[in-house]
C-alpha cells in the first residue's frame, strides 16, 4: 500500500513538473511553448514572431526594445531571425512536445496517458477519468483542452501557481511593488513586513482584466476611427482618380482645340497661298494672251506688208503701202507688255512664310513679303454719296447712294449699270436667288426681284429715330439681319417680310454687320474693334488696332479681311484673318487714298478676288 502511495505520489509530481516545465517554456508574449526562440541582449527570450510584431510596431527600427526590462538590443539590419537562436531551450521545448503527460486523477499504479487538461481542475485526464469527469454536475462547465492542442502548443495551460518556497501553498496574493504574485505566508512574512503593498491575486487579475479590456476598446475604437479614415482616403482616392481623368479629358480636348486651330490656320495660309496661285496664274494667262495677240496683229501686218513685193506698186497702192510700213515701224516701236503684270516671279518670290515663334500665342505662322496693286482708282458719280458696298450676282460689286440708286462694277473697274435711281438707298443685300434687299433712307425695307421690279411686301423695322440703324446682311438661309445702333441689338427676318423673327442683343455698339456662309456666326466692327459673334451674339474674338478704325468684310471662303484705316492722313492698310480673327498675312501697306469730309468706309471681295475699298467718293479696286 505504501509502495502504491509512493507511485501515485511519483506520478503527481512528474505531471506537476511536466506542468511546471511548460509553463517555463511559454513565451511571455503569446503564451505558448517557443517557436523559433530568440535572445536580446538582456537574456529575456521569446518567440521569433512576437519579437518581428513588436519590432514592426516601433516607430524606430534600428534598435528592438525588451517588453520585460525595456532594454534595446541594436537590430540595424531589421531582421529579427539574426538574432541568436536559444538552442537548448528549443530543444526542451519539443522534448515537452512529444512527451505526453498521464493521468494525474487516477488511483492506480500504472497510470494512463491524459487524453485532456482541464483547465479549471488544473489536472490531467486519462479517457475514462475524462468520461467520470464531464459526468460529474460539478465538473460539467469546467473547461477541456484536448492533449493534441496542448502538446502542438495551440493553446495555453492556465497557470496553477505555486509558491516556490512553499510548494503546497497557492500564490493568492499580488505585491504590487514587485510585480510579483506570492503565497499568503510570503505576502504577510516578507513583503507587507518591507513595506510593500499586497492585494489578493484575483482582484489584481480583475483590474489586469479591466485593463486589457480599455485597451481592447481603445483599439477597436482605433482601428473604427483608421478604418474610417481609410473610407476616406479611399474617397479621396477615387475623388483624385476622378480629377485626374478629368484633367486627362481636359488635356485631350484641349489638344483636339489646339490642333483644330492649327489646322485652320494652316488652311488659311494655304488658302491665300492658292488666292495668289490663281492671281498670278491669271496675269500669266493675261500676259501670255497679250504676247499671242501681239503675234498675231504682227502677222497680219507683215502679211499687207509683204503684198508689196508681190507687184510693183504705183499711186495708191504704194501710199498705202507706205502707210503700212509706218504703222508696223510705230507698232514695233511700242512697248507690248503690261508693265502691271510683268515681273510675276519677282513678286512671287518675294512672298515668304514667317514661322511664328511666340510660346503664348497659338499660331503657325504669316506671309509677308506680297503686296496688293491698284486696279483702278474710281471716281464715285456723285460726291460724298456712298452709303454701303457689297457683292452683287455676276461677279460684280454693288454701290449705294444716298442721293439715289445702284451702281454695279465689274472686277476692272468699269460702271455695267445703275439700278434704282430714284431710290435713296441706304443699306443692300442680295438673296442667294438674286433678289435684292434695300433699305431707303426713309426707313423703309424693301424686297426687289433680280430685274429690279419692287415686290409688295412690307418689314416692320424700326425707325432710324427708335433705333439708330447701322448694319445690314444676308446670311446663308437667306434671312436679314439688321443692327441698330442705341438699343444695341439685331433683328432677324425672313424673305416673306413682316415682323422679325428673332432678336438678339448685343454687348457693344454695332456698325456695319457681315455673315459667314456656312455657319451661323457674324462679324461687326464697333469704332475701334471687329468682333466675331456666335448666332447667339456672344462674342468669341476680336481684334483691335490702338488709334486705328476697322472696316471688316467677310470673304467668299470665309476669311476676313479688316481694312484699317488712319482717317486723318489719309492711309489704309488691309489685313487677311481666319474666321477666328486670327492673322494670316498683310495684303497692303499705308496705301495713300484721297481724303474724304467723313470718315465712313466699305471693304468687300469680288467674286474673283479682287479687293474693293469705297469711300464717300471713290472706290478703289486692288488685285
Request: net charge negative; charged share 30%.
Amino acid at each position: 500500500m505504501a509502495g502504491r502511495h509512493a507511485n501515485s505520489r511519483l506520478t503527481d509530481t512528474m505531471a506537476t513538473f511536466h506542468q511546471i516545465s511548460r509553463q517555463n517554456l511559454e513565451c511571455p508574449i503569446c503564451l505558448t511553448l517557443f517557436n523559433q526562440p530568440r535572445s536580446l541582449t538582456c537574456s529575456h527570450i521569446f518567440c521569433k514572431d512576437c519579437l518581428q510584431r513588436i519590432f514592426q510596431a516601433q516607430p524606430a527600427k534600428k534598435a528592438i526594445k525588451c517588453p520585460i526590462c525595456r532594454n534595446e538590443t541594436p537590430l540595424p539590419s531589421g531582421d529579427v531571425s539574426k538574432l541568436q537562436t536559444n538552442v537548448p531551450l528549443s530543444s526542451m521545448v519539443d522534448e515537452v512536445k512529444t512527451t505526453s503527460p498521464t493521468c494525474t486523477v487516477c488511483e492506480m499504479n500504472e497510470k494512463s496517458p491524459a487524453v485532456s487538461y482541464c483547465q479549471d481542475c488544473g489536472k490531467y485526464l486519462c479517457k475514462s477519468c475524462e468520461t467520470s469527469h464531464s459526468t460529474w454536475k460539478p465538473f460539467s462547465n469546467h473547461e477541456k483542452v484536448p492533449m493534441t492542442e496542448v502538446l502542438s502548443g495551440k493553446v495555453s495551460l492556465k497557470r496553477r501557481r505555486k509558491c516556490k518556497k512553499h510548494p503546497s501553498d497557492d500564490e493568492e496574493c499580488f505585491c504590487t511593488g514587485c510585480r510579483e504574485y506570492v503565497c499568503l505566508r510570503c505576502g504577510m512574512l516578507g513583503h507587507l513586513q518591507a513595506g510593500h503593498q499586497i492585494e489578493e491575486a484575483a482582484i489584481h487579475e480583475e483590474k489586469l482584466m479591466k485593463n486589457i479590456k480599455e485597451l481592447q476598446e481603445s483599439v477597436k475604437s482605433k482601428k473604427t476611427t483608421l478604418e474610417n479614415h481609410i473610407d476616406f482616403i479611399e474617397t479621396q482616392r477615387e475623388e483624385i482618380t476622378n480629377m485626374l481623368s478629368k484633367l486627362i479629358d481636359d488635356i485631350g480636348k484641349t489638344y483636339d482645340e489646339y490642333m483644330q486651330l492649327l489646322s485652320t490656320s494652316r488652311e488659311a495660309l494655304e488658302c491665300q497661298v492658292q488666292r495668289w496661285s490663281e492671281k498670278f496664274e491669271k496675269d500669266l494667262q493675261v500676259m501670255e494672251e497679250e504676247s499671242r495677240q501681239t503675234i498675231r496683229h504682227m502677222n497680219a501686218m507683215e502679211k499687207l506688208v509683204t503684198n508689196g513685193v508681190k507687184v510693183p506698186l504705183e499711186k495708191d497702192a504704194l501710199l498705202a503701202h507706205d502707210t503700212l510700213c509706218e504703222n508696223l515701224k510705230s507698232f514695233l516701236g511700242r512697248d507690248p507688255y503690261d508693265h502691271s503684270r510683268t515681273g510675276v516671279t519677282e513678286r512671287g518670290q518675294n512672298i515668304a512664310f514667317i514661322k511664328h515663334v511666340k510660346v503664348n500665342e497659338l499660331r503657325l505662322g504669316e506671309l509677308k513679303g506680297y503686296t496688293c496693286d491698284v486696279k483702278a482708282d474710281l471716281k464715285l458719280p456723285c460726291k460724298d454719296s456712298m452709303t454701303c458696298m457689297t457683292r452683287a450676282p455676276g461677279g460684280k460689286m454693288a454701290v449705294g447712294s444716298r442721293f439715289g440708286g445702284v451702281y454695279l462694277y465689274s472686277p476692272d473697274g468699269q460702271l455695267q449699270q445703275t439700278e434704282l435711281k430714284d431710290v435713296s438707298v441706304s443699306k443692300i443685300g442680295f438673296l442667294s436667288d438674286g433678289r435684292s434687299v434695300i433699305y431707303d433712307t426713309n426707313d423703309r425695307m424693301s424686297l426687289y426681284t433680280p430685274q429690279w421690279e419692287k415686290l409688295d411686301l412690307t418689314f416692320e423695322t424700326m425707325t432710324v429715330y427708335e433705333g439708330g440703324f447701322d448694319g445690314l446682311t444676308v446670311d446663308k438661309d437667306d434671312n436679314i439681319y439688321i443692327s441698330y445702333r442705341d438699343p444695341k441689338k439685331i433683328q432677324v427676318f425672313t424673305p416673306e417680310g413682316g415682323k422679325a423673327v428673332r432678336e438678339i442683343m448685343l454687348a457693344d455698339t454695332p456698325f456695319q454687320l457681315f455673315s459667314f456662309h456656312d455657319t451661323g456666326k457674324l462679324i461687326l466692327n464697333d469704332l475701334d474693334v471687329v468682333e466675331c459673334l456666335d448666332d447667339k451674339g456672344l462674342k468669341e474674338n476680336h481684334v483691335m488696332k490702338d488709334s486705328i478704325f476697322p472696316f471688316p468684310a467677310v470673304c467668299r471662303d470665309d476669311s476676313v479681311i479688316v481694312a484699317w484705316v488712319k482717317h486723318e492722313d489719309g492711309l489704309v492698310s488691309i489685313d487677311r484673318y481666319t474666321r477666328d480673327l486670327e492673322h494670316v498675312c498683310n495684303l497692303l501697306t499705308d496705301f495713300k487714298i484721297q481724303k474724304p469730309e467723313r470718315g465712313w468706309y466699305y471693304l468687300q471681295e469680288f467674286e474673283s478676288g479682287e479687293i474693293a475699298f469705297c469711300t464717300r467718293d471713290r472706290l478703289y479696286i486692288f488685285f
